[in-house]
């Protein structure tokens, strides 16, 4: 992609990634072609409790983009989404919508965002048919049925299914 005379597109793509999906890598390798920079952070939320620990998730982040150049890693933790983008000087925020409840609350999302800073855009991201229902809450439910390991296994980057296997063998969910 050419860069812009004097432009920087930088963005930012959040979320928890716990665990990092093929949904998820989809929405950073199309952000990573519309902007000049993507960073791509994981929200620390110590309320929640992740199934890998932030380094581990840094880990599969770095490990699945590794071939994308304009991507950087990050992490925040204690401050809104919208501010960290701030302080990286991110002009935009990324975000997926799958289904209108996603577009619900990522609409709703981007008006509080507005009020903290309106010179941070939102840019909303669809992705395809066999990705729109995709998340880690789902990723994470389907395990424990005889054979979960080989339904799953679509859904995750294989370094991400393998530290997953390891983590949900039996008698370790």
Request: glycine share 8%; aromatic share 10%; net charge positive.
């Amino acid at each position: 992609m050419a860069k812009r005379p004097g432009k920087n597109r930088r963005a930012v793509y959040g979320g928890s990634f716990d665990p990092l999906t093929m949904g998820h890598l989809y929405m950073i390798r199309e952000a990573a072609e519309l902007f000049d920079d993507l960073y791509v952070a994981i929200g620390v939320n110590p309320v929640k409790q992740c199934t890998f620990s932030l380094a581990e998730r840094l880990k599969h982040i770095e490990q699945c983009t590794a071939g994308i150049r304009n991507v950087t890693l990050g992490h925040f933790e204690n401050r809104f989404l919208v501010e960290y983008a701030r302080s990286i000087g991110a002009r935009y925020i990324v975000r997926g919508v799958r289904n209108a409840h996603d577009y619900e609350y990522e609409r709703t999302m981007r008006q509080v965002n507005g009020d903290i800073d309106p010179t941070i855009k939102t840019v909303l991201l669809m992705p395809p048919r066999e990705l729109a229902e995709l998340s880690s809450s789902f990723v994470k439910g389907l395990v424990g049925p005889r054979g979960w390991e080989r339904v799953v296994k679509p859904y995750l980057p294989a370094p991400v299914y393998r530290d997953f296997l390891r983590r949900f063998q039996r008698g370790n969910t």
